[in-house]
Nanobody, 123 residues
Framework: QVQLVESGGGLVQAGGSLRLSCAASGRTFSSYAMGWFRQAPGKEREFLAAIIRGGGSTRYADSVKGRFTISRANTRNMGYLQMNSLKPEDTAVYYC????????????????WGQGTQVTVSS
């Protein structure tokens, strides 16, 4: 499996922006679909966004559509989540994930996970 490390989390005011990064290693990153999830305290893990191997197609949860943008740079083994118009309810631990199957990534469970990065949005 590919190893993933997130960065870029932090504290931001409502209405602000953050960009999360996901550094991949260990396998050919371009062979994996990747995605972002989050988990708030007391809540279940939530799918946010996914991007196919080549980056030409993306999927978003309704809760973040129009505010978050997923992207990737396969030549640098990097994935990104640009988050705009942040709200206090976006506060959560954000996880990068990858799987060779987009279906597994979005519907079953991804084979690779990062350790998570905390995002806190103050009102």
């Amino acid at each position: 499996q590919v190893q993933l490390v997130e960065s870029g989390g932090g504290l931001v005011q409502a209405g602000g922006s953050l960009r999360l990064s996901c550094a991949a290693s260990g396998r050919t990153f371009s062979s994996y679909a990747m995605g972002w999830f989050r988990q708030a305290p007391g809540k279940e893990r939530e799918f946010l966004a996914a991007i196919i191997r080549g980056g030409g197609s993306t999927r978003y949860a309704d809760s973040v559509k129009g505010r978050f943008t997923i992207s990737r740079a396969n030549t640098r083994n990097m994935g990104y989540l640009q988050m705009n118009s942040l709200k206090p309810e976006d506060t959560a631990v954000y996880y990068c994930a990858a799987d060779q199957s987009l279906h597994n990534l979005m519907v079953i469970t991804p084979g690779s996970w990062g350790q998570g990065t905390q995002v806190t949005v103050s009102s």
